[in-house]
């Protein structure tokens, strides 16, 4: 299968589901024995086929909560001025949290959102990340549940965008397309 401007495969769809099956048990495993209630938090937009799939495979209670950021835009690189463009609409104080993204890169927005949620005073906050890219990376992040490190390539699928283009792919694929 192929999308005009994704022509490399990067990872299938079943490649995907095998690396969202292993996340969902080290997380289940990792939660399963806290009393604190667990908030599962997603960054949209590219996040949220990722989370779906994800918190199918988490098998102990929790809750899920959205918040949007950006520092993209339209670009195939971060800007690095990053936006809260939607919060939470629930409160984390004292509550297990979850953040989940699908891809970190420079480390620059994901900074920004780790520090203003831990000034929520959550009981804990841990990340989870399909894709990790630390080739770019110019801000350290703390990953605790990686899916898979990847080459310095943009890459769109599963959720994954180029101008809010192929995020309906159900794969990870390389964007060799033109750059607008």
């Given at each position: 299968?192929?999308?005009q401007?994704?022509?490399k495969t990067?990872f299938?769809?079943?490649?995907i589901?095998e690396?969202?099956?292993q996340?969902?048990r080290?997380i ?11 908030i ?5 937009r590219?996040?949220?086929i990722f ?6 495979e988490?098998?102990c209670p929790?809750i899920?909560d959205?918040m949007?950021?950006s ?9 690095g001025?990053v ?5 939470l609409?629930?409160s984390i104080?004292?509550r297990?949290?979850?953040?989940v993204?699908d891809i970190?890169?420079t ?8 520090r203003?949620?831990?000034g929520r005073k959550p009981a804990?906050?841990?990340i989870c990340t399909?894709?990790n890219?630390p080739?770019?990376r ?5 990953i605790d ?8 390539e943009?890459?769109c699928g599963y959720?994954?965008?180029?101008a809010?283009k192929f995020?309906?792919?159900?794969y990870?694929?390389i ?6």
């Amino acid at each position: 299968m192929s999308e005009q401007g994704l022509e490399k495969t990067l990872f299938s769809k079943e490649e995907i589901a095998e690396i969202v099956a292993q996340l969902g048990r080290q997380i289940t495993e990792h939660y399963e024995t806290s009393d604190k209630e667990l908030i599962v938090v997603g960054l949209l937009r590219g996040s949220f086929i990722f989370m779906a799939d994800l918190v199918r495979e988490i098998k102990c209670p929790m809750i899920t909560d959205f918040m949007t950021v950006s520092s993209y835009g339209d670009a195939t690189e971060s800007s690095g001025d990053v936006k809260i463009v939607m919060d939470l609409d629930e409160s984390i104080t004292d509550r297990d949290v979850l953040l989940v993204e699908d891809i970190i890169d420079t480390g620059n927005t994901f900074s920004k959102v780790v520090r203003l949620l831990k000034g929520r005073k959550p009981a804990s906050l841990r990340i989870c990340t399909l894709l990790n890219k630390p080739s770019r990376r110019k801000v350290e992040v703390d990953i605790d549940f990686c899916g898979i490190d990847i080459p310095d390539e943009f890459v769109c699928g599963y959720g994954l965008d180029y101008a809010q283009k192929f995020r309906n792919v159900p794969y990870i694929g390389i964007y060799e397309g033109p750059v607008e």
